[in-house]
């Protein structure tokens, strides 16, 4: 799904009404930090970042084509970084890591999202898809939390997928369940490395043209909210869950 679709155009209402904690909309009040979106080639990555851009951070994108970011670049230019990365692939996770440092030389907020395509040729069975999300959170997290040297990263944790057959009781509760034992497991690692880790995950959303513009503003509330460093230190290990109101289901009958 390209940035021109229904999806990410119901994100140009502003998303930005602040941090839900201390109300933060002046841009200027984040000049100079850099929130990094992994998984991002999506309408959930496409709107956050659009968000942080509005409200001053430098934004590095990584998927494996973040051509899907052109619109952005050309009103953003240099402060977003589309990377083209393998998050199956240690060395390409690692190459992106070095590429963000090398250009902004800091990392203030790490974000990962899980999603699958509808495009797979083969849905993950419900132990494959926990494994996969578990895997890629762990191996991104890792990387760039190997970089701080005494500083700060708040990381926060999504779940979105936008194929229905993804979204199966099974699938649904093991993709949960992977959320957050991971986020739970990984926060109690770093605890003391200076790392916040928490997660969204999102209930019966997918991102078609149908899903209403509130279900997005929502979530990346919920990330602003997970990130921010007022909350430096108060939170970690903890996963929001937010589900759509039944009249926002596209599936709906």
């Known amino acids: 799904m390209k940035p021109g679709s229904k999806t990410h155009n119901a994100c140009r209402t502003p998303p930005t009404e602040g941090f839900i904690e201390g109300g933060q909309t002046d841009a200027g009040s984040h000049a100079g930090k850099v929130c990094v979106l992994v998984g991002a080639s999506n309408p959930v990555g496409f709107c956050l970042a659009q968000s942080f851009l509005e409200t001053g951070y430098r934004v590095a994108v990584g998927d494996l084509d973040p051509s899907d970011f052109s619109s952005l670049t050309a009103v953003s230019g240099t402060n977003l970084f589309p990377v083209k990365v393998n998050l199956n692939r240690d060395v390409y996770v690692?190459?992106?890591?070095?590429?963000?440092?090398?250009?902004?030389?800091?990392?203030?907020?790490?974000?990962?999202?899980?999603?699958?395509?509808?495009?797979?040729?083969?849905?993950?069975?419900?132990?494959?898809?926990?494994?996969?999300?578990?895997s890629n959170l762990i191996r991104v997290t890792s990387a760039f939390g190997s970089r701080l040297q005494g500083e700060e990263l708040a990381v926060v944790n999504i779940a979105w997928?936008?194929?229905?057959?993804?979204?199966?009781?099974?699938?649904e509760a093991v993709l949960q369940a992977a959320l957050r034992t991971t986020t739970s497991a990984m926060a109690k690692k770093y605890f003391d490395s200076g790392l916040r880790i928490n997660a969204v995950h999102t209930r019966n959303a997918r991102s078609t043209s149908y899903v209403q513009s509130e279900t997005l503003r929502t979530l990346v509330q919920a990330v602003q909210f997970l990130a921010n460093p007022e909350l430096s230190g108060k939170l970690t290990g903890n996963v929001l869950h937010i589900d759509l109101k039944p009249d926002d289901s596209p599936f709906r009958r």
């Open 94 to 134: 690692n190459s992106m890591v070095d590429q963000v440092y090398l250009r902004w030389s800091r990392v203030d907020i790490l974000v990962n999202i899980a999603f699958r395509r509808r495009e797979c040729a083969e849905p993950l069975s419900a132990t494959d898809l926990g494994l996969d999300a578990v």
């Open 161 to 171: 997928f936008d194929e229905k057959s993804l979204l199966e009781a099974d699938r």
